[in-house]
C-alpha cells in the first residue's frame, strides 16, 4: 500500500467530508436552539459523525485524511466568520494524523478522532470563555440592529 493519497483517496476523502459535514451542520443546528444546546453542539454532533469520519479512516488508511478533514472544516468555520473554530479544526485533524500514525490501531484511531473532535469543540468554546464580555456584546449589537 502506498502512504501518498491518489485522485480516488481525494474524491473518497471529499464524499465522506461531505456527508459528515451535512450530519454534524444538521446535529448543531437542531442542538443550537437552545442555549444549553448551543454550547454542546459541537461535540454532540462530532459524535453523531463519527461513523462517517471512522468509516472514512478506515476506507482511505492514508496520513492527511484528518488534516484535509479539519481544512474543509475550518473553511467552513471560517465563512461564516469563526477564526478560532477554523484554527483549532485545523490544528485538531493535524494532531489527530499525528496520533493515528499508520492506521492500523483501532484505539488510536479513537484516541485521534476524540482528540480531533475536542479540538473542535474548544474553538468554539474558548472565545465565550476567554473573551466572554465583548462575545457576548457583540452578539447583542448584532440582534439589537436586526
Do not use: Q, W
Request: glycine share 14%; with cysteine.
Amino acid at each position: 500500500m502506498k502512504n501518498k493519497l491518489n485522485g480516488r483517496d481525494f474524491i473518497t476523502i471529499g464524499i465522506f467530508n461531505a456527508i459528515g459535514i451535512v450530519i454534524y451542520m444538521a446535529a448543531s443546528f437542531a442542538m443550537a436552539t437552545t442555549v444549553i444546546g448551543g454550547f454542546i453542539a459541537s461535540g454532540v454532533s462530532f459524535m453523531i459523525a463519527a461513523t462517517v469520519y471512522i468509516l472514512m479512516a478506515v476506507k482511505v488508511k492514508k496520513k492527511g485524511v484528518f488534516t484535509i478533514s479539519g481544512t474543509l472544516l475550518g473553511l467552513i468555520a471560517l465563512s461564516g466568520g469563526h477564526l478560532p473554530h477554523a484554527v483549532f479544526a485545523v490544528i485538531g485533524g493535524t494532531i489527530c494524523d499525528l496520533i493515528i500514525g499508520n492506521y492500523e490501531s483501532k484505539g488510536r484511531m479513537i484516541i485521534g478522532y476524540g482528540t480531533f473532535a475536542l479540538a473542535d469543540f474548544l474553538g468554539t468554546v474558548i472565545p465565550v470563555i476567554f473573551i466572554r464580555d465583548s462575545f457576548f456584546c457583540g452578539k447583542s449589537i448584532k440582534m439589537e440592529n436586526e
